[in-house]
């Protein structure tokens, strides 16, 4: 509805000003979709934003982006708990964790070790990636997100961890990559040390060889597009004996080997870890490593080498909502520009669920975006 404003005599309408995320700021859904996307898909920190901007003739001070992002987290705040509610519908979740220094925290110093985790799950055809921030990387946290969960939970073999395995309803799933890590390290130690003992090299090759092998099974998997039944089946043909194979190496190996040296190490890593790292061939769906999480996480991680810390707990936890859309958004194959420019212009309008629910990654129509970025480009 306008309203009419008289002027020298004439009627001069005045249209309402649309709705927009940050009421009252300049903060249109592109140009806040730009900042966010700037930080947390490129990169970029705030000061250097602040100083392209400035080139440009427009003058938007670090704080004043700052302020946004927090606020502009909050508004999407209903659809990261949506996407915490649908995680666990999934038959596995993938767990990983990095650190992340935050300043400003209660009780604690700016020195003090803090951490982003992330939880990879939902259904295989549109998964979902949550980040969330936490001051500790105590085991009780993975445990109070995954709540009544039932499945499969894939990590690392950090020992906060083990409570999930004794869950009756979770089966934990070791990673390979790690396993075959401990196995390089023996490797690299001997290119750089000659004193090393041929057998450690020979031993730690022999080891990445049954790894290799296993690999060989899921690569033949793949290129043949096989479902997972036909994966299980694999697996039960040919992964399994290379894994009763590689137990029995090991098991000898490790009475011939001092478990202090690098190789001792490595052996007894897959040792202990022996029934999570065997899991995979349990179940089609599931992969040998832990690598999704650790993709997932890695964004975190490149962002994290150039703004170096969080400023405040509002901040890390505007972060971790931020990265969760981003990285929820590219996994369902959505350009995350343009979804958040999509959500951020009709967010001021979800009223009750059904209306958030409509604007999550997993549920847009990758043409409807497309079709409103272009209208909004002509």
């Given amino acids: 509805k306008c309203e009419g404003i008289e002027s020298d005599g004439e009627i001069?309408?005045?249209?309402?000003?649309?709705?927009?995320?940050?009421?009252?700021?300049?903060?249109?859904?592109?140009?806040?979709?730009?900042?966010?996307?700037s930080k947390f898909a490129d990169a970029l920190p705030l000061y250097r934003q602040e100083k392209m901007f400035s080139r440009i003739g427009v003058h938007i001070s670090r704080a004043t982006m700052a302020n946004w992002l927090i606020h502009g987290a909050q508004k999407c705040q209903p659809l990261v708990e949506l996407c915490e509610q649908q995680i666990r519908s999934g038959p596995l979740i993938n767990i990983d964790e990095t650190p992340v220094q935050v300043l400003n925290e209660p009780g604690r110093s700016n020195t003090s070790k803090s951490y982003m985790w992330i939880f990879r799950g939902g259904p295989l055809d549109s998964p979902i990636l949550l980040y969330q921030y936490h001051p500790s990387r105590s085991g009780q946290i993975p445990l109070n997100f995954l709540g009544e969960y039932s499945g499969y939970?894939?990590?690392?073999?950090?020992?906060?961890?083990?409570?999930?395995?004794?869950?009756?309803?979770?089966?934990?799933?070791?990673?390979?990559?790690?396993?075959?890590?401990?196995?390089?390290?023996?490797?690299n130690a001997r290119k750089q040390n000659k004193s090393t003992k041929k057998q450690k090299i020979g031993s730690a090759e022999i080891a990445i060889s049954f790894i290799r092998k296993l690999y060989a099974v899921e690569k033949e998997a793949k290129t043949n597009e096989f479902s997972?039944?036909?994966?299980?089946?694999?697996?039960?043909?040919?992964?399994?004996?290379?894994?009763?194979?590689?137990?029995?190496?090991?098991?000898?190996?490790?009475?011939?080997?001092?478990?202090?040296?690098?190789?001792?190490?490595?052996?007894n890593y897959a040792l202990n870890q022996w029934k999570p790292l065997k899991a995979y061939i349990k179940d089609g769906r599931l992969k040998p490593d832990n690598n999704l999480a650790e993709n997932a996480i890695r964004p975190f991680v490149v962002g994290r080498k150039n703004w170096l810390f969080c400023g405040h707990p509002r901040g890390a936890d505007a972060s971790s909502i931020f990265f969760s859309l981003i990285e929820t958004a590219k996994a369902n194959k959505l350009e995350p520009y343009s979804y958040l420019r999509y959500i951020f212009a009709r967010l001021p309008f979800a009223q009750n669920t059904a209306d958030y629910e409509k604007l999550l990654p997993q549920n847009i129509d990758r043409e409807e975006i497309l079709t409103t970025a272009m209208s909004a480009v002509n």
């Fill in 228 to 267: 997972y039944d036909q994966i299980y089946e694999l697996r039960q043909e040919k992964s399994k004996p290379i894994l009763d194979e590689f137990k029995k190496w090991l098991d000898k190996k490790v009475l011939q080997t001092p478990p202090q040296g690098l190789l001792g190490k490595a052996i």
């Fill in 12 to 37: 001069v309408k005045t249209a309402p000003v649309p709705a927009q995320i940050l009421p009252k700021t300049i903060a249109t859904s592109g140009l806040l979709a730009h900042i966010v996307i």
């Fill in 153 to 187: 939970i894939q990590t690392d073999a950090y020992p906060g961890y083990d409570a999930l395995g004794r869950k009756p309803d979770i089966t934990l799933v070791g990673c390979w990559a790690h396993a075959r890590r401990k196995f390089v390290e023996v490797i």
